[in-house]
């Protein structure tokens, strides 16, 4: 079968034919139905020198954001139909730390005994014709498109895990929020705030077309020049309650902390990479400042939901599995507009 595989750091990835996966023990078969080009990727083939983590070792299929029907069950697997529609829920825990236990393998306290991070991610991915997962990670969709609702595993489920953690920041009367970078991951921020509290939402980027994207969405769209200033103008000086930087580069970094109000909350999503310098005037005092990775298995059965009952839409460009490659160049180029989804089955 076809695969986009991930051979070395600071090499773009390659199309190739690869042997079609079978299940193991409490795994399933997949057929891809719709499988999520992220910035995480480009990370690993365009900008990390090496592997940040030890535990990316290539080669691998790369595809940590996927939905797909079930083909084959594999030994043990029960609870799951074949020809159903399912998200993968991409992170890949040991199953028996505290953190696994309530379903965040993202934090997993073990990961050395797994030997990857997840799906995609040091372990074969969905950027296939078909892929095995543990029907554990399994989610299902119904009749919802699955194509379409790929990104719900990973844009939408990381700004819904780190929207949750601030919400009493954007639900006391005259909250504000700010998006900062409006990619794939953006876009869902400006929506689940939106579905989730009465905050006044603020959108910014350096594409004035993504701007015009969040606006459609209800955000307030920010030119970036002058940003700072023009947002402590419409806060009348007090700033942002809750800042999300979808970034995490040198000068979304500055925004954030520049805009973000006393006592607020500041939310590095974004895997730039960027030194910040740091002292006690830096940023205002008992700003909560924290980073956060991807969400939890429950909080993902929530995403869908919202998108079920027409709370949330990703936005999607979809691509056929022969132009994975193109969409990986997209990305690069700043072409995308929300999410590139490869639908190696048609979509």
Request: proline residues 6%.
């Amino acid at each position: 079968m076809k695969a986009v595989v991930f051979e070395g750091y600071k090499t773009f990835p390659v199309m190739k034919e690869v042997d079609k996966p079978s299940p193991g023990p409490g795994e399933v078969l997949l057929k891809v139905a719709g499988s999520g080009a992220c910035h995480s990727d480009v990370g690993l083939f365009h900008e990390y020198p090496g592997d940040p983590s030890g535990f990316l070792t290539p080669p691998f299929v790369l595809g940590h954001e996927v939905s797909g029907w079930v083909e084959e069950l594999g030994a043990g697997v029960s609870g799951v139909t074949v020809g159903q529609a399912y998200l993968v829920y991409g992170p890949i825990g040991c199953g028996h730390c505290v953190s696994c236990a309530r379903g965040q393998d993202t934090y997993c306290l073990d990961v050395p005994s797994v030997g990857h991070l997840g799906t995609g991610l040091g372990r074969d991915g969905g950027m296939a014709e078909y892929m095995t997962t543990y029907a554990r990670n399994l989610v299902p969709l119904g009749d919802l498109d699955p194509v379409a609702a790929a990104p719900l595993t990973d844009a939408s489920l990381t700004c819904y895990h780190a929207i949750k953690r601030v919400l009493p920041h954007l639900t006391t009367p005259g909250a504000t929020a700010l998006c900062i970078g409006l990619g794939g991951l953006g876009l869902a921020g400006v929506q689940i705030i939106r579905a989730l509290t009465g905050a006044t939402v603020y959108a910014t980027d350096t594409k004035p077309d993504a701007v015009a994207v969040a606006e459609t969405y209800g955000a307030i769209g920010i030119p970036t020049e002058g940003a700072a200033e023009r947002i402590k103008q419409l806060t009348g000086g007090r700033g942002i309650s809750a800042v999300f930087d979808f970034v995490g580069a040198g000068p979304t970094l500055e925004l954030a902390a520049a805009t973000v109000a006393q006592r607020g909350a500041l939310t590095v999503l974004g895997l730039a990479g960027h030194d910040f310098a740091w002292n006690a005037f830096t940023v205002p005092f008992e700003v909560n400042f924290s980073c956060t990775y991807w969400g939890g298995l429950d909080e993902l059965f929530e995403v869908v939901e919202l998108y079920r009952t027409g709370k949330i839409t990703p936005r999607v460009q979809v691509y056929p599995l022969d132009r994975a490659l193109d969409a990986y160049q997209d990305l690069l180029d700043g072409k995308v507009s929300g999410r590139a989804v490869i639908a190696p089955h048609g979509g």
